[in-house]
């Protein structure tokens, strides 16, 4: 094996970890990350859909709010195609004693300063402040539901 293989095969190993490195590094977390008012905290629940609380999550268009969960509570929707869940304190001000939202239909709002969210985007209604709600991982198995951060 000459020199200049020898480097041919480096560099082709290099840019192989870089651009693995690059990939898997991306985040899709972007705004849960960049939002200075949320600190996240690391948590998984498992919501079992045969429970009466959990129940009307088996149908489309229903959501609940789970205290105990994230920092003040998760937001969980069937929006008939997913299962979403998000964060209950609103993401545009630090969390304080006001700052856990009110469930509303399908609407989280923060009686704080009257910020309301639709819980299918996770954007405010207004589309006028700077940050979405966050959002949680959901997986789901039959009728389980687990959500993490």
């Not at 960049?34 to 088996?58: A, G, K």
């Not at 939202?101 to 985007?121: F, H, I, K, P, Q």
């Not at 209604?125 to 979405?132: A, F, M, N, P």
């Amino acid at each position: 094996m000459t020199i200049s293989s020898v480097t041919k095969i480096l560099k082709r190993g290099l840019l192989t970890a870089l651009f693995c490195t690059l990939t898997f590094s991306c985040s899709s977390d972007d705004n849960r990350i960049n939002n200075p008012n949320v600190n996240p905290i690391s948590f998984s629940i498992n919501l079992n859909t045969n429970f009466p609380e959990y129940s009307q999550l088996q149908f489309p268009g229903n959501a609940i709010y789970v205290a105990n969960a994230g920092i003040r509570g998760v937001f969980v929707i069937n929006t008939g195609s997913s299962i979403r869940a998000w964060e209950a304190t609103d993401p545009n001000h630090v969390p304080n004693a006001c700052s856990t939202m009110n469930l509303n239909g399908v609407e989280a709002t923060c009686s704080c300063e009257d910020n309301t969210y639709t819980l299918y985007t996770g954007q405010d209604t207004s589309q006028e402040l700077s940050y979405t709600l966050i959002e949680y991982r959901v997986s789901q198995n039959e009728n389980n539901i687990i959500i993490s951060n």
